[in-house]
C-alpha cells in the first residue's frame, strides 16, 4: 500500500503558542506569514493535496523549522 503525507502543523502551532504563552489563532499566522486562511485552514485539518513551495518556505521561516519537522512520510501497511 502507498503511504501519505501527513503534516505537523498544529503540532508546531502548539508548541510556538506554549512557548510564547499565548494562544495563536491562524488569522494571527495569516498576518505574519501572508499565507490566506484557507490554505492555513487546510493545514491545519491536514486536508491538502497539494504542497506549494513558498507555503512550505514560509511555514518553515514561521515555525523556524526544516521541512522534515513540516512534513512527515507516513507509510501504510
Not at 502548539?14 to 487546510?42: C, F, H, P, Y
Amino acid at each position: 500500500m502507498p503511504g501519505k503525507i501527513v503534516n505537523h502543523f498544529r503540532i508546531l502551532l502548539a508548541q510556538k503558542a506554549t512557548k510564547q504563552q499565548q494562544n495563536i489563532a491562524l488569522m494571527d499566522v495569516q498576518r505574519e506569514t501572508g499565507i490566506a486562511w484557507s490554505t492555513l485552514n487546510s493545514w491545519a485539518n491536514n486536508q491538502l493535496t497539494r504542497y506549494d513551495a513558498s507555503v512550505i518556505m514560509a511555514l518553515c521561516e514561521y515555525f523556524d523549522c526544516q521541512v522534515g519537522d513540516l512534513l512527515i512520510f507516513e507509510k501504510q501497511y
